[in-house]
């Protein structure tokens, strides 16, 4: 990375970090509590926040939306979409049957219909499903896959976007069950992607 | 059943006047004497000639003419989608000498006295009322016919009576008029009714006359009912198997918004609340107690149905089949299993009820009027006829709804709070709360003859319950019948020109509910026997459609089978190979006397069955209305595709489930065939059942099309594995 | 909190919590029984309404969404006497056995038309995934061509 390319990343970072040191109460307490007496989150170094990432991002909460095909996936088992709902031209279902159909901003607890704002597939390029980690990875820093994110772009998305932070706030099923989360409290994700990035964005292997 | 008949009156008739609507014409009941014991209870389900039977003591409403010269038919019978007030109303038309337009098809509070004693189902709302109903009407014409003849000044031969208005004497008169003007009535003798030959609207495909109201969304189901200053309740129902209600701790839903009150029975616990939000929610905080005695899983309801368990009771013997399939060589056998299967109609059960000191009015979706009232007046210690049930059209029955309990339940809320209240299952309830159609399990053997005919089969059968546990029977029908009819319809061997056949039932009672579920046993029985005879027919080297030609007696029941199958056949194309990717199966019952065959035309799609189109042919006795008809066999067939391919229900650590639409997988636009040919054979017999009998033959068509692809022969119900 | 939507034409506002699902607004509370009640888990679809010309499942739809937003339920379809393209082709090809889920289906179909005049087969399929226990799948597919071709000669009408 260039050299006042990353100044001004860390520049991004700090004042990110303080920002996102007040950031929402009804999020913060619980997963700080976690935090501070795991020590899996203690050191980040570049390679245990790549980690850390990519736990979440291999996690169903995720990948259900990242298909390979034309299909979302549901449940924690992952299976195909009831009704045959599918992505249609932009991502967004068909002309009858649009995510919005059923899908609204936020999560409805009475039909256990789960919600974001715009709620949708990922596109193609973004399948994740069937990818590895490392495939995984390397796809979200392809300007090619990624929709033409810069790196940064790319952090800004994956630590802010509300449809991606509803992972950790998934509501509850048609049962009334709440819905598995990522094995990462959300707090120590965004602090792992950020080290990660800052750390620059190194990929494994595998 | 024939139109001639020695002279007969209605031997008791009230007249209530209703003076602003107009006159009705309440007839006595004394004809419908023909109580359930003299049918033996077997021929009531497995006839088409069911009796029509009322409370006989009460004189019951059946028409009322308004002013405006339009005629209210009270239907005894209620309408949940076969079409059976569309039927009525053509059927009174032609012998009223009225237009279509003009008769409003309602149904028959148990105010009015016109009491269903039987329910509607199995297919006998049409045929058991097509006699009662022409000779009513024709007697009220008559009856009209007289009075305008004094009224006119002239006689009845010169009188000529068209839409409803009589003209004689170069003058009219409406209906309407005649009975306003009338304060003494005279009863005939019933009249000869019309010739086939002179109706106007039975025959015809007249279109539903509900249709402008479901293409409105008019508020006319159980579920858009409503009273004024009504309250809305909620009853906590348990999600396990065999739970008993022990208590419950209700101290956060007395302090819920909205809650009016909580109510707590030693059977089950409530809440009453201003809206439907707030009676749900409230429930959610009800800490319930039940206990159950068994964690049950689907594998010990499996061990629970196989054919050789318990007691069996053979239902059907010629010749000596057990001697042939015990003794000699050669002997095919094959087995075959049904899962549970669920109602799953689109409208959930409920009512809307308002008891009051010394009587109570209950709105619901019900098919059993008579038993539903009952069980409301038991529970409130009232007279039944203290009970008004205003039935309503409904969203579904499919025999959902031939016991409602649900209905007590709602009673009780509403006396608590001394207000209407509404109160309905949520979809989960109904899902875990089912009286479903009971999984079954079957053993066939068949052995052939040196000229490749079956010269014995036997068709073993293990189900749950139908009817047995149903209040439409009484306890005692189980020991004296031993083997339950509902579970064995379509059970045993149609084919009657085999020497040697038997049919042997063994009853298995399940820990929930099984009752009855469209055309009972008939979609699995049909399934198993039917895949039988593919079996059966490949093994003597013969084309399927001939082989069961082959094997039916020569009789009249036998002939309307054969002219079934043949016109089946010949309509599908049918031919028994495989022709780019497609492929034909054949599958052929009877149920309730009337044939049907399908030809199942499939492929295999992305490894599942994919089915094209389905010929069928049916044989109903008469045709009231060909379009209904029609739709009725589209209906059943697409349902039946649904049970046979995707349907099933699971137990697992002691619940049923799935408890929602989708994990119950159901047909959709998409599953359903493109293309459905229906072919109608018509004869001069009066009308006979049409709601069920097309449900049959689906499994086992598509099943043995799918043979010819896969090479695989299909057991087990659903055809694809979820 | 205030809503305020218009609803088949009309405009309405209510002081209601935010989280009541727009289904039993539309039927306890507006009395429009037309927009049924089948499973409340945006399974079945028998609460399709459109919401902005969009189909909708009112009952996974909180109220509070529907402020500032067009409303139409199966009672706002026709206009007038004047029954919709799809209610017409739905009394021509006499549609509905029990009727239960059929606005449902009307309303689906609506909003489709609206975006694909001339859906194919395949079109209905992917975007018709109403649940009909009397399966009325046969007709109702009949129903959706007839309803388009009733439809593009209503528009061929209108500019001719």
Known sequence: MRKNHRTYLIICFVIAGLTIGFSDPKDAPTELNLSTSDTRYAELTPEKAFDLMMEVLTHKRCVNCHPADDYPRQGEDSHIHNFGVQRGPDNHGVAALKCQTCHQDENNNYSGVPGAPEWSLAPRKMAWQGLTRVEIARSMLNPDNNGGRTLEETVHHLTEHELVLWAWEPGVDANGKPREKPPVPKAEYIKAVKAWAEGGAPIPEQ | ?722 | MKISFNINGQPQSLDIDGNTPLLWVVRDILDLKGTKFGCGKAACGACTLHVDGEAVRACSYAVKYANDKRITTIEGLSNGDELHPVQQAWMEEIVPQCGYCQPGFMMATAALLEQIPNPTDEDIDNNIVNVCRCATYYRMRKAIHRAASIQSQNTKTQTS
């Not at chain 2, 009771?313 to 000596?320: C, L, M, N, W």
């Open chain 2, 1 to 722: 059943m024939s139109n001639a008949k020695p002279k007969k009156k209605f031997s008791r008739r009230k007249f209530i006047i209703r003076s602003t609507v107009g006159v009705g014409v309440a007839i006595g009941a004394t004809y419908f004497t023909r109580p359930l014991w003299r049918r033996s209870l077997a021929g009531l389900l497995n006839s088409a000639e069911a009796p029509y039977v009322g409370n006989t003591d009460e004189p019951r409403l059946w028409f009322e003419v308004t002013a405006e010269n339009q005629v209210i038919l009270n239907s005894p019978k209620v309408e949940m989608g076969q079409g059976t007030f569309t039927g009525l109303a053509q059927i009174a038309a032609d012998e009223l000498e009225v237009d279509i337009q003009q008769i409003k098809v309602i149904h028959a509070p148990t105010a009015s006295g016109n009491i269903d004693g039987v329910s509607t189902g199995g297919s006998t709302s049409i045929s058991s009322l097509w006699q009662p109903l022409r000779e009513m009407a024709a007697t009220m014409r008559e009856m009209l016919k007289n009075e305008a003849a004094k009224q006119l000044g002239t006689e009845v031969a010169d009188l000529s009576v068209e839409n409803g208005v009589v003209t004689g004497n170069g003058q009219s008169l409406t209906y309407g008029e005649i009975v306003k003007a009338t304060t003494e009535w005279e009863v005939p003798d019933v009249p000869t009714l019309k010739k086939a030959s002179e109706y106007k609207f039975v025959g015809q495909p007249v279109p539903r006359v509900d249709l402008k109201d479901k293409v409105n969304g008019a508020p006319m189901f159980g579920m858009d009912a409503s009273l004024p200053g009504m309250l809305f309740g909620a009853v906590v129902r348990p999600d396990q198997i065999g739970a008993t209600f022990v208590g419950a701790d209700t101290s956060e839903a007395e302090n819920m918004p909205g809650v009016v009150k909580v109510v707590r029975e030693p059977d089950f616990v409530g809440v009453v609340a201003t809206s439907r939000m707030a009676a749900e929610q409230a429930k959610q905080t009800i800490k319930a107690e039940w206990t159950t005695d068994r964690n049950w899983q689907s594998s010990d309801i499996e061990a629970m149905i196989k054919v050789g368990k318990g007691d069996p009771v053979t239902i059907q013997k010629t010749g000596r089949p057990k001697r042939i399939l015990d003794n000699e060589e050669d002997v095919l056998t094959a087995e075959f299993t049904s899962p549970i299967g669920a109602h799953a109609q689109l409208e959930p059960n409920g009512a809307v009820v308002h008891v009051e000191a010394d009587k109570a009015t209950v709105i619901i979706s019900t098919q059993v009027v008579d038993i539903t009232r009952k069980e409301v007046a038991d529970r409130l210690g009232l007279d039944p006829k203290a009970i008004n049930i205003i039935p309503t059209y409904l969203g579904g029955g499919f025999g959902r709804r031939l016991h409602t309990p649900n209905a007590i339940q709602a009673a009780v809320l509403s006396k608590a709070v001394g207000k209407p209240v509404k109160c309905f299952f949520t979809r989960k309830e109904e899902f875990q709360n089912d009286t479903f159609r009971p999984p079954t399990h079957h053993i066939l053997r068949g052995k052939l003859d040196e000229k490749g005919k079956i010269k014995a089969i036997e068709h073993n059968l293990s189900s749950g319950d139908v009817m047995f546990g149903s209040p439409l029977f009484p306890g005692i029908a189980a020991p004296i019948l031993g083997a339950d009819v509902g579970a064995w319809r379509g059970g045993m061997i149609q084919y009657k020109g085999i020497p040697n056949f038997r049919a042997v039932s063994w009853r298995v009672k399940l820990p929930f509910a099984t009752s009855w579920w469209r055309s009972l046993g008939l979609l699995a029985n049909t399934f198993a026997i039917e895949s039988f005879m593919d079996e059966l027919a490949l093994k003597a080297g013969k084309d399927p459609v001939q082989f069961r030609l082959e094997h039916i007696q020569d009789d009249k029941a036998g002939y309307r089978l054969s002219e079934v199958i043949k016109a089946a056949a010949k309509k599908a194309g049918w031919k028994d190979e495989v022709v780019n990717g497609r492929a034909m199966g054949f599958a052929a019952s009877t149920d309730a006397n009337t044939p049907c065959a399908h030809v199942a035309e499939v492929s295999i799609e992305n490894g599942e069955i994919k089915v094209h189109k389905v010929t069928c042919a049916i044989d109903p006795g008469m045709v009231v209305n060909p379009d209904q008809v029609r739709a009725q066999c589209e209906g059943n067939i697409i349902m039946g595709q649904s049970a046979a391919m995707y349907e099933r229900m699971i137990v697992k650590d002691g619940q049923l489930l799935p408890s929602i639409y989708g994990p119950y997988r159901m047909a959709l636009m998409r599953d359903a065939p493109k293309e459905i040919d229906v072919v109608i054979l018509e004869n001069d017999d009066a009308p006979g059942a049409v709601g069920e009998p097309p449900m049959g033959p689906i499994g086992a068509a598509i099943a043995n099309a799918a043979f010819r692809l896969t090479k695989e022969r299909l057991r087990s119900l659903p055809l694809v594995s979820s």
